[in-house]
């Protein structure tokens, strides 16, 4: 059974930080490209970070510099270091595991809130 847990959403002020973390199992991680998505209220998920099997990383433009991606294929865990936190941030965020040839999935999200 595929499982994908994300933790440590909260509520932060403007220009805090927050660390998510994404627990998989049920996956061969290592082969896995893992991603970051976020959707707001009214608004489409968008892509936030992605961070591919071999460790290349690509991020949306509005998080670049801010956002750090990262990967630990021992833990089957990824991670997003969000830092100078904005109130457009705040969404839903959720994870993705994506392999090819084989079906993607996907965590229930953790809700992120940044107050001004």
């Known amino acids: 059974q595929v499982q994908l847990v994300e933790s440590g959403g909260g509520l932060v002020q403007a220009g805090g930080s927050l660390r998510l973390s994404c627990a998989a199992s049920g996956i061969t991680f290592r082969f896995s490209h893992m991603s970051w998505f976020r959707q707001a209220p009214g608004k489409q998920r968008e892509l936030v970070a992605i961070i591919t099997s071999y460790g290349s990383t690509n991020y949306v433009d509005s998080v670049k510099g801010r956002f750090t991606i990262s990967r630990d294929n021992a833990k089957n865990t990824v991670s997003l270091q969000m830092n100078g936190l904005k109130p457009e941030d705040t969404a839903v965020y959720y994870c993705?595991?994506?392999?090819?040839?084989?079906?993607?999935?996907w965590g229930q999200g953790t809700q992120v809130t940044v107050s001004s």
């Open positions: 993705k595991a994506a392999r090819p040839g084989f079906q993607d999935y």
